[in-house]
């Protein structure tokens, strides 16, 4: 099974919009093995986001994304990365999909609401950045069986 991040951004918990998007990767089958909130600091979201540091709305970013606590969860599924690429959407709300997350709650580039792993390595690498290892839970799920088939379920 597969693991990937995601950051509810400040505009997320401003619109009191958390629940409802995490409800929508939970309602397709995706499992939480982590969950907290946290107001993150420059120097981790700096690091976190230092492939854009030389973009112009690098500074705007770091601000919006400090400027009150996110709420962090690491989802597990099989092919998780993509499922919850293509749950978010466009990162720009006007263009993403309709039924997408951003495609139904968001209006701007920016404050998109969601950050979601662009891939498996990414993933792992954002995952301990922002998790301790023991905030990541394993546990079993009953509904499982209704979610995969026997052969996807065993891997």
């Not at 990541?136 to 052969?151: A, F, G, L």
Request: hydrophobic share 40%.
């Amino acid at each position: 099974m597969e693991r990937t991040l995601l950051i509810f951004k400040p505009d997320a918990v401003q619109r009191g919009l958390v629940g409802r998007i995490l409800s929508v990767f939970e309602e397709k089958g995706l499992k939480i093995v982590g969950l907290k909130m946290e107001r993150l600091s420059k120097e981790k979201l700096e690091k976190h986001y230092e492939h854009h540091k030389d973009k112009p709305f690098f500074a705007e970013l770091i601000g919006f994304m400090s400027s009150i606590p996110c709420v962090l969860a690491v989802v597990e599924g099989i092919e998780a990365v993509s499922v919850v690429r293509k749950l978010v959407g466009a990162t720009n709300g006007r263009k993403a999909e309709p039924g997408t997350v951003r495609g139904t709650f968001s209006m701007s580039n920016q404050n998109n609401l969601v950050h979601a792993s662009e891939s498996v390595e990414i993933a792992k690498k954002e995952i301990s950045h922002f998790f301790e290892a023991s905030e990541i839970w394993e546990y079993n799920i009953d509904r499982i069986k209704s979610i995969y088939s026997p052969s996807e379920a065993k891997g």
